[in-house]
């Protein structure tokens, strides 16, 4: 699958503005800074359709694009940004949690890692979190053509084993680089996959 057109739908301050239209939902999501804009660019093929910053904690909406007229890409904002208020923080935390949790149109939450550096505990705890709460979820490795193919194993084993130490198994996962294109086809195949079960069973 590729995608051919995406258009900007808009930004919302919380899950009941979102869209209403039923469209499937993908929902893309990581800590601060952890490359969440330059993936939406690579997948949508648009360099500037998510503004990508240097800065962390730039995205504070939710953002949502419209893929080919027929499913969105949802650009969350990131957590663990220790530059903000608290009260900021509790308020991320409540936009964040409550789009995942009351989406029935989200398929499935993309969870960026980023493979340069050990196991993070807001991204453990974070995935846990999605666990509890019975969200279906991908992790997406990113930035990793800033290492080695030995250091990148020896990072991504690292991560895997620090999750496996509260899971039996793990889910799907893919290994990325913006600036390589790597994984674009993999990620837009599952997305593809998905939506023709979504699509199917809501034509019955």
Same mark, same amino acid.
């Given at each position: 699958?590729?995608?051919?057109?995406? =258009?900007?739908?808009?930004?919302?301050?919380?899950?009941?503005?979102?869209?209403?239209?039923?469209?499937?939902?993908?929902?893309?999501?990581?800590?601060?800074?952890?490359?969440?804009?330059?993936?939406? *660019? @690579?997948?949508?093929?648009?360099?500037?359709? =998510? +503004?990508?910053? $240097?800065?962390?904690?730039?995205?504070?909406? &939710?953002?949502?694009? /419209?893929?080919?007229?027929?499913?969105?890409?949802?650009?969350?904002?990131?957590?663990?940004?220790?530059? &903000?208020?608290? !009260?900021?923080? $509790?308020?991320?935390?409540? @936009?964040?949690?409550?789009?995942?949790?009351? !989406?029935?149109?989200?398929?499935?939450?993309?969870?960026?890692?980023?493979?340069?550096?050990?196991?993070?505990?807001?991204?453990?705890?974070? &995935?846990?979190?999605?666990?509890?709460?019975?969200?279906?979820?991908?992790?997406?490795?990113?930035?990793?053509?800033?290492?080695?193919?030995?250091?990148?194993?020896?990072?991504?084993?690292?991560?895997?084993?620090?999750? /496996?130490?509260?899971?039996?198994?793990?889910?799907?996962?893919?290994?990325?680089?913006?600036?390589?294109?790597?994984?674009?086809?993999?990620?837009?195949?599952? &997305?593809?996959?998905?939506?023709?079960?979504?699509? *199917?069973? +809501?034509?019955?």
């Amino acid at each position: 699958m590729d995608v051919h057109n995406t =258009a900007f739908a808009g930004s919302y301050p919380t899950e009941s503005q979102c869209p209403a239209d039923g469209k499937p939902e993908y929902a893309f999501i990581g800590r601060s800074n952890v490359g969440k804009s330059s993936l939406v *660019n @690579m997948l949508t093929g648009r360099k500037n359709i =998510a +503004h990508t910053s $240097r800065t962390p904690g730039k995205t504070q909406l &939710i953002n949502f694009f /419209l893929a080919d007229g027929q499913w969105y890409l949802v650009d969350l904002p990131g957590y663990g940004y220790a530059r &903000i208020s608290k !009260r900021k923080r $509790r308020e991320w935390r409540r @936009m964040i949690e409550g789009y995942l949790q009351k !989406r029935q149109a989200l398929q499935c939450a993309f969870i960026l890692v980023d493979a340069n550096v050990p196991p993070q505990q807001n991204d453990i705890e974070f &995935i846990n979190w999605l666990g509890e709460a019975r969200i279906p979820f991908v992790i997406v490795y990113t930035k990793t053509d800033r290492l080695k193919p030995e250091e990148l194993e020896s990072n991504i084993s690292a991560i895997q084993q620090a999750l /496996l130490q509260y899971w039996q198994e793990l889910p799907q996962q893919f290994i990325t680089s913006s600036v390589k294109g790597e994984g674009r086809d993999e990620i837009l195949q599952f &997305i593809n996959e998905v939506n023709e079960r979504y699509f *199917n069973f +809501h034509q019955l």
